[in-house]
C-alpha cells in the first residue's frame, strides 16, 4: 500500500516546533540549515520504487549480477550520503536489503532493521533523520514470510504463549496486529506479516509530524512490502 498523508494541517504552534525539530536535527549532526535539501540524492520516491523493483528482478533471476565495487563505492561515498531509500526490514538473517534488492552499493540504502520490522522511538527518529536530514525520498516497511517475531505474536494471541526478558514486550508490539487477523481465512502468520507491516507504513506515515509534513509536501512516499523467501521476490503494496 502507498501510504498518503491528506490530514496533515499544522497550527502555527505545530509549525514551529517542526522548523525547531528540523534545526535541532541538523545542528545535532553538524549540518547547517537547507543541508538536506542541498545534498540530498537527485532521485524521486516514484524513482526509488523503480529502481528496487528492478534490483529485485535482478536478485531473483540473475543473482551473479549483484556483485559490486565495493572498494569504488566506498570512496565515493566516505565524506557524504546519499541515499535514494530507506528500508524499515526485519533482523532476520535471510533478509539482507542490499542484496535482494539487487546487490546495492554502499551509500545507497538508509536501512533500520529490528525483529518484526516493527516501529519504536529509535526506528521513527531514524527514519525521519533520513526524511528530513538526508532527504530520502521513499519509505518501505517490508515484512518477510515465516518471520519469527510475526510466529510469536501469533502464538500469544493462539495459544497465550510468552516469552522471557525483553523478547515478550517487543512480541508484545506485534500482538495487536495478530489479533485483528485472527480467525481471518489463509495462512495466520502469513496474513498477520502483511497486515503488520501495512499497519506500520500507516503508523509512520501518519503519526510522525516530519514524515507527514513530507508527505504532504510531495517530497516523501511510505509504501509496505512483503519479501517471499522461498521465490527471493518483493511485493510492494502500493
Request: charged share 20%; aromatic share 6%.
Amino acid at each position: 500500500m502507498c501510504v498518503k498523508c491528506h490530514e496533515f494541517a499544522p497550527d502555527r504552534r505545530r509549525f514551529i516546533a517542526l522548523s525547531a525539530t528540523s534545526l535541532a536535527v541538523t545542528a545535532l549532526f553538524g549540518g547547517t540549515p537547507g543541508l538536506a535539501q542541498t545534498h540530498a540524492t537527485t532521485v524521486t520516491a516514484d524513482e526509488a520504487l523503480t529502481r528496487l523493483k528492478t534490483g529485485n528482478e535482478k536478485y531473483v533471476n540473475g543473482p551473479q549480477l549483484c556483485e559490486v565495487d565495493l572498494a569504488s563505492h566506498r570512496e565515493q561515498v566516505a565524506r557524504a550520503q546519499t541515499p535514494w531509500a530507506t528500508i524499515l526490514a526485519c533482523s532476520d538473517s535471510r533478509v539482507p536489503p542490499e542484496l535482494l534488492f539487487g546487490g546495492l552499493g554502499v551509500g545507497e540504502l538508509f536501512v533500520a532493521r529490528n525483529a518484526g520490522n516493527m516501529v519504536d522511538t529509535a526506528t521513527m527518529g531514524t527514519i525521519e533523520y533520513g526524511a528530513e536530514h538526508l532527504g530520502v525520498p521513499l519509505v518501505v516497511v517490508m515484512g518477510h514470510q515465516r518471520c519469527g517475531a510475526v510466529s510469536a505474536a501469533c502464538a500469544v494471541v493462539e495459544k497465550h504463549e510468552s516469552f522471557p526478558g525483553s523478547i515478550g514486550p517487543m512480541v508484545d508490539t506485534i500482538v495487536p496486529n495478530a489479533q485483528a487477523l485472527h480467525g481471518k481465512s489463509g495462512d495466520f502468520v502469513d496474513n498477520t506479516v502483511r497486515e503488520s507491516a501495512k499497519r506500520t507504513a500507516t503508523k509512520v506515515a501518519t503519526t510522525s509530524p516530519i514524515i507527514s509534513h513530507l508527505i504532504k509536501e510531495k517530497k516523501v512516499k511510505v509504501v509496505a512490502a512483503y519479501y517471499d523467501l522461498d521465490d527471493g521476490r518483493v511485493e510492494f503494496f502500493t
